[in-house]
């Protein structure tokens, strides 16, 4: 008797997230000190964001600093009531990976304690800056996270000039502690600010991330976006290509998901 193997497409995943809210990085790199409720991210960037995600019936995780949802309480209160996911995104967007472990301690459980008193059980954490440091996963398994959305690797510059990339593997680390990596060039802000090759303009950006979206799933991958709504959020140009590139996963049978639902699922 003959055996034929037979190959299963599994369905592609994107993992739709977007960091930061407000002032707190401002705060933390000693430009401002009090919440500015007319800046274009509160006016614009998030009223737009929800909008987009709406209108494609989508849910992300947002990961907002402590700081930011103590100050910004209706911004919190329309996130969650639109649906959408809330992890916890340090406390003023500090280096995370540069503080010890008592300080660390204190952004984390301060940054809870704002979002349990705005009705969020945080059950995700992304560190700012992204990388996740020597003391985090301990501290969050002790705090009750079950995921966290950093990486291991400083910050990269380095553009991929192909779109071979297909994407990253969801695992458990050691500790049992669900880990949803990402790529740094599958962020806004390295793109259209940090990386002096990044992509700057929109649509080109929303090709390249298409291309990307395509090789992820012909393979069955998952794939992890990162936007911040005061980056794509407040540019005509910048939301298109965001809405090009979320019309392509959908359009491509990716299950787009809050980051808590793809960590449910490793587990």
Do not use: A
């Given at each position: 008797?003959?055996?034929?193997?037979?190959?299963?497409?599994?369905?592609p995943i994107l993992c739709l997230t977007f960091d930061n809210l407000g002032a707190a990085r401002s705060v933390f790199d000693g430009k401002a000190a009090v919440p500015d409720l007319t800046s274009p991210d509160i006016v614009e960037g998030y009223p737009n964001t929800l909008k987009l995600l709406r209108n494609l019936g989508l849910r992300a995780t947002f990961f907002v600093e402590g700081w930011s949802a103590l100050h910004y309480p209706g911004t919190?209160?329309?996130?969650?009531a639109e649906g959408h996911e809330i992890g916890l995104h340090g406390w003023i967007h500090e280096r995370f990976a540069e503080l010890d472990q008592l300080r660390a301690?204190?952004?984390?459980?301060?940054?809870l304690a704002v979002l349990s008193m705005r009705?969020?059980?945080a059950s995700g954490f992304r560190a700012p800056g992204g990388t996740r440091g020597a003391h985090a996963e301990a501290i969050l398994l002790?705090?009750?996270f079950t995921y966290d959305s950093s990486v291991d690797t400083s910050m990269s510059m380095e553009i991929p000039q192909d779109t071979s990339y297909t994407g990253s593997e969801v695992r458990r680390l050691p500790s049992g502690l669900v880990n949803i990596p990402w790529a740094w060039f599958m962020i806004d802000a390295i793109h259209y600010i940090l990386s002096p090759n990044g992509i700057r303009d929109p649509s080109d950006l929303a090709d390249y991330w298409r291309a990307i979206l395509r090789n992820v799933a012909a393979r069955g991958g998952v794939l992890t976006i990162i936007f911040h709504p005061h980056?794509?959020?407040v540019s005509t140009e910048r939301l298109a290509a965001m809405e090009q590139v979320l019309r392509t996963a959908i359009g491509l049978g990716f299950e787009i998901l809050p980051a808590r639902e793809v960590a449910s699922r490793a587990r």
């Open positions: 008797m003959s055996f034929c193997e037979v190959s299963v497409q599994k369905t919190i209160e329309t996130i969650l301690t204190q952004c984390i459980n301060d940054g009705g969020v059980v002790k705090s009750g980056i794509s959020g």
